[in-house]
């Protein structure tokens, strides 16, 4: 239904809400008993039905000027497009139902035009009639148009009635009102249009008049327009309310009015009313103006209902004749005067962008139509301190160390407008997860040191400030990394397996601290109870690997084995030893045997070589005799060390060598021996070498020819010297030499034919080693001694020192070892007697150590005392606390607190003793103290205490008294007067025994005359006070 139409039905019936439909279907039939051919063609007939529905649709919304003929020109079309059939075998069933739907439409377009009744100007009564000759149930739609027969029609009904009642129809308009039928899915033609003409009546309410303009005296009211509702509108009556009564003040033709003769600054009610033929319309909504008043009163000044660091929030009250307001601020640093920031009709505004802690000013002025007031009284308002920016990245200050570094950094360029109090600083170490930041610093100056770091460990760091506006941000982390140190002890080797006989395999494991540095690599050493230091030529694995093969060992032998890691630093400390048996093996090679020619036989005779953890079975004894020299026969076996050959062909070299055999298996052959029937000199000796020494020469030889007769001896001669060394003895040395002097050695061999060739070299002993110098100790301290000693005359630079120390448990440690003349020996322990030996090494090689050096380190003063802090501050008097020091020995720790005046600085001793704890007195009240801790040592070894350092100093601020110096609990009461006194008296002698105790006790100095003079008057001081308080209470 479209808007602004209503209907009513008058019969019973069910209107129809849906949409408005685009065609209409014949009614569906039953076709149960058809074959399919048939239901086919039915089908394709009732689509062009529907099309031909869909072309003639146009005229439910647009009926022609007449629907009766537009109808059957459509049925005439109808009929002869429904008469061919595409594939033209059509039964004439088909025909008779195509014929009966076409009637059916028929009838349903002969519907009779409505009838209307009971027309006002807003409603009418439409009626109709069905068709006629139809009798099945029918639908009815009722259309109607605004624009003539011509014009666009709308649904408003649908539904079974014959008759509906039209509402909210315009007053005299003319419409056109038509009808049509549907029969299930056949909608017939519209019928022929009846016209309807609404009459006029009075106009409709206008609308609320506006204020055009306005003065003291007068108004200007317009409206619009008001609805004639078909009648043209005479005039418009205005009418004011005076006193509760409406009166009328105009009546005009025009939507405008002028109201002259009013009072200023006074509120009006108006409403207006149309009139035309039909009559008088209801009146507008009421609506009140007020005509115009002087300028406005000089306003207050604004108020602060807000500060913050950049804005000002300021506020003001409206007053009735206020209609807007300008608000002008000053910045006195820009010198520009004052200037406009706000002009509207709000109470408040926001001032943005300000600087922070900065004063500005600020005035107000109101205006209306009238006129704008004088400016406000001058204020000055002042914004807040700003969280301050972020401090610049941290710095290094200095060398970074292997637990500490020192930091510093720049303060933030935005402050907040205040000076920064406090600066933070918080630490997080890098490599380590799920760590947070820790506070390692904060005070008020903008550098600290960081302490109690890992070696070779990179931290984060970043810093915040404070100021009376906030906490700032972090600033950018700073990335550091400490030095790294040597790594620690590793655990002792453990074996990869089992030992072998020429080898053992090891496994390795790395310290439980690198030190902060990577290890680089693995020493692994041959470790012996008698040497305290590894030699260098001792290591036997040096690698990366954590898997090593100790190879060219000695079968079934006791070995021990020691590691240790290094990094790029340095190398740690050896671990403990881990003690091994090599595996057994075959014998060793054994000599060759020992080979005497007899009338008819040769005599053999050998020695036992080392059988390497299994003893020895049985020997085997092979010979072959020329001109197969490479074929051997077996001649003896057993476990004698020697036998007789009966069988040796005489006037024969015999070859022989020997195999021993163990559990294990056989050894090597030994080297071949030969027996000849006629013997001769030995050769000239081969392998002649000599290592010279300062008054020696080591002289090494090999085997000579024997030719065919055993040796017997070695002759070995040098200058005046001459010996001789038995055969197997291939090394001899000659003593009794002259140091760097030139000497030839001749050895010879000799059998029982006779001496054989000589052989010579030339060699020059050496110089001899160089005497111990003398040491001294120049500095002793707590824990060092710095030790000196005098180089000798000649060959200074040459020479190498070495300084052993032996210890307080008589342990022998080589503290230096170099070129140099002194060296500072630390890590030592206080009052503690320590042995120096000294030696000095040259080319030749170390000479002697020198005799004991005893020397002794001193006492060591105690550390400086941390954690001093101040509480209970008071008007006179406060409390100082601070941590206990760790007792060094037996010895017992005083404390010395002592007190100065910030602007002297001239420190007093206020308290000496064991506690950690102490109470200062006697202070002024409004004034600056420094208070500093320093420790004592009492030693008993000591003649006199050792004083430490004191400790930084604490400054603290004790607050002034109030001015109001009379005490709230005086009272009138003599009983009261008496306690007070008896109270300060008491006080006063207190502190006069706490003051001779002071003087007397604690190791001070006797009292002068002049203090005991003081000590006297203030006794007679106490006594006469303590008297006249007395006889006051006697007396009143």
């Not at 109808?71 to 009966?100: A, F, P, Y």
């Not at 029969?183 to 249009?193: L, N, V």
């Not at 009075?202 to 009648?231: E, F, H, I």
């Not at 807007?324 to 002009?343: I, N, R, T, W």
Request: glycine fraction near 8%; aromatic fraction near 8%.
């Amino acid at each position: 239904m479209p808007h602004g139409y209503a209907f009513n039905p008058l019969q019973p019936g069910v209107l129809g809400h849906g949409p408005h439909p685009q065609g209409h279907s014949p009614p569906p039939h039953s076709f149960h008993n058809k074959d399919e051919r048939t239901q086919r063609q039915y089908n394709k007939l009732k689509r062009k039905l529907e099309q031909k529905q869909l072309r003639e649709n146009s005229l439910t919304t647009t009926p022609p000027l007449s629907p009766r003929k537009e109808m059957n020109g459509n049925s005439r079309k109808g009929v002869s497009s429904v008469g061919t059939s595409e594939d033209g075998e059509e039964s004439s069933s088909l025909q008779d139902e195509e014929e009966d739907m076409l009637n059916l439409s028929d009838i349903l377009a002969n519907i009779k035009a409505p009838q209307v009744s009971e027309v006002t100007s807003r409603t009418a009564l439409v009626q109709w009639c069905p068709p006629q000759n139809c009798t099945q149930e029918l639908r009815y739609e009722v259309l109607l148009s605004d624009r003539g027969k011509e014009g666009k029609y709308k649904s408003i009904y649908r539904g079974e009635a014959l008759s509906c009642r039209i509402e909210d129809l315009r007053p005299g308009t003319e419409y056109c009102v038509c009808v049509s039928a549907r029969s299930e899915h056949i909608t017939g033609c519209a019928s022929e249009p009846t016209v309807l003409s609404t009459p006029p009546c009075k106009p409709d309410p206008p609308p609320m008049p506006k204020l055009s303009s306005r003065s003291k005296n007068a108004l200007n009211l317009k409206w619009q327009a008001a609805q004639d509702n078909g009648s043209h509108i005479d005039c418009y009556i205005v009418e004011c309310n005076t006193n509760g009564v409406w009166s009328e003040v105009t009546r005009t033709k025009n939507k405008q009015a002028h109201i002259p003769k009013l009072k200023p600054a006074t509120p009006f009610t108006f409403r207006i009313a149309a009139v035309n033929q039909c009559g008088t319309s209801d009146y507008s909504p009421a609506v009140t103006y007020e005509t115009c008043d002087s300028p406005p009163a000089q306003p207050a000044p604004p108020t602060l209902s807000q500060a913050t660091p950049t804005t000002l929030a300021l506020r003001w009250e409206a007053r009735p004749h206020d209609d807007d307001f300008s608000l002008q601020m000053e910045d006195p640093e820009s010198k520009h005067g004052y200037l406009a920031v706000y002009s509207g009709k709000e109470t408040s505004y926001v001032c943005t962008n300000l600087r922070k802690n900065a004063l500005y000013k600020f005035r107000l002025r109101s205006q209306n139509e009238e006129g704008a007031s004088q400016w406000s009284e001058e204020v000055s308002f002042t914004t807040v301190p700003g969280k301050p920016g972020c401090p610049s990245r941290p710095q290094l200050k200095g060398k970074i160390h292997s637990h500490s570094f020192r930091l510093r950094w720049d303060p933030p360029v935005d402050k907040g407008g205040a000076l920064i109090s406090n600066y933070t600083v918080q630490l997080m170490q890098s490599n380590k997860e799920s760590s947070d930041y820790q506070v390692v610093y904060s005070g008020a100056t903008p550098m600290c040191t960081v302490e109690r770091l890992s070696p070779g460990t990179s931290y984060q760091v970043r810093v915040n400030c404070e100021g009376p506006g906030g906490v700032s941000g972090f600033s950018d982390v700073a990335l550091f990394t400490t030095e790294s140190v040597c790594p620690g002890r590793c655990p002792p080797p453990r074996l990869q397996g089992r030992p072998r006989p020429r080898s053992i395999p090891l496994k390795l494991a790395f310290p439980e601290t690198d030190g902060g540095s990577p290890v680089t690599e693995f020493m692994v050493a041959m470790h012996s109870e008698q040497e305290k230091e590894v030699e260098a030529d001792r290591i036997l694995y040096r690698g990366k690997e954590s898997e090593c093969m100790i190879s060219d060992l000695q079968p079934a032998h006791a070995y021990s084995f020691i590691v240790r890691a290094a990094n790029k630093v340095g190398v740690g400390p050896w671990s403990e030893p881990l003690s091994v048996v090599s595996g057994c093996a075959p014998p060793d090679r054994p000599d060759p045997p020992v080979m005497n020619a007899l009338g008819g036989g040769v005599t053999c005779a050998w020695t036992t070589p080392n059988h390497n953890g299994s003893p020895i079975t049985h020997y085997v004894l092979l010979m072959a005799t020329p001109p197969a020299c490479d074929s051997f026969t077996q001649v003896y076996a057993g476990p004698a060390t020697q036998c007789e050959l009966k069988s040796v062909p005489p006037a024969t070299i015999c070859l022989f060598k020997l195999q021993a055999h163990n559990s294990i298996g056989p050894s090597e052959w030994s080297a071949l021996s030969s027996v000849n029937t006629s013997a001769g000199v030995p050769g000239a000796v081969p392998g002649l070498r000599a290592v010279p020494g300062p008054t020696s020469v080591e002289v090494t030889w090999a085997q000579p020819q024997s030719n065919g007769d055993p040796l017997i001896h070695y002759i070995v001669e040098a200058a005046e010297f001459t010996t001789t060394v038995p055969e197997g003895t291939y090394t001899c040395t000659v003593e009794n030499l002259t140091p760097s002097t030139s000497y030839k050695v001749r050895v010879r061999g000799v059998n029982g034919v006779g001496v054989g060739a000589a052989s010579s070299v030339k060699v020059f002993t050496l110089a001899l080693p160089p005497s111990p110098p003398s040491i001294v100790c120049t500095t002793a301290g707590h824990n060092y001694l710095k030790l000196k000693w005098t180089a000798p005359s000649s060959n200074a630079g040459n020479l190498q020192y070495t300084v052993t120390m032996w210890g307080p448990n008589n342990r022998k440690t080589v503290v230096y070892e170099g070129t140099g003349t002194s060296h500072k020996v630390s890590r030592l322990q206080e009052q503690t007697e320590y042995k120096f030996t000294i030696a000095a090494a040259n080319s030749t090689g170390k000479g002697p150590e020198s005799e004991f050096h005893n020397f002794t380190t001193v006492i060591a003063p105690p550390p400086p005392v941390k954690g001093v802090k101040v509480t209970d501050v008071g008007h006179r008097h406060c409390s100082v606390e601070w941590l206990p020091l760790r007792a060094q020995g037996t010895d017992a720790i005083d404390y010395i607190v002592q007190c100065a005046r910030l602007r002297e600085q001239i420190y007093k001793q206020v308290y000496r003793g064991k506690d950690t704890r102490c109470d200062v007195s006697d202070l002024e009240a409004g004034a600056d103290y420094l208070v500093r801790v320093g420790a004592v040592r009492l030693s008993g070894a000591h003649p006199h205490p050792i004083e430490g350092p004191f400790s930084p100093p604490v400054t603290l601020s004790t607050p002034p008294v109030p001015h109001d110096t009379t005490p709230t609990h005086a009272v009138r009461h003599q009983a009261h007067h008496v306690a007070v006194a008896y109270d300060t008296a008491a006080f006063v002698w207190l502190k006069f025994l706490t003051f001779v105790c002071f003087f007397q006790g604690g190791g001070r100095k006797p009292l002068t005359d002049q203090q005991w003079a003081g000590i006297i008057l203030c006794c007679f001081s106490v006594l006469a006070v303590l008297f006249a308080v007395i006889v006051a209470n006697h007396i009143y």
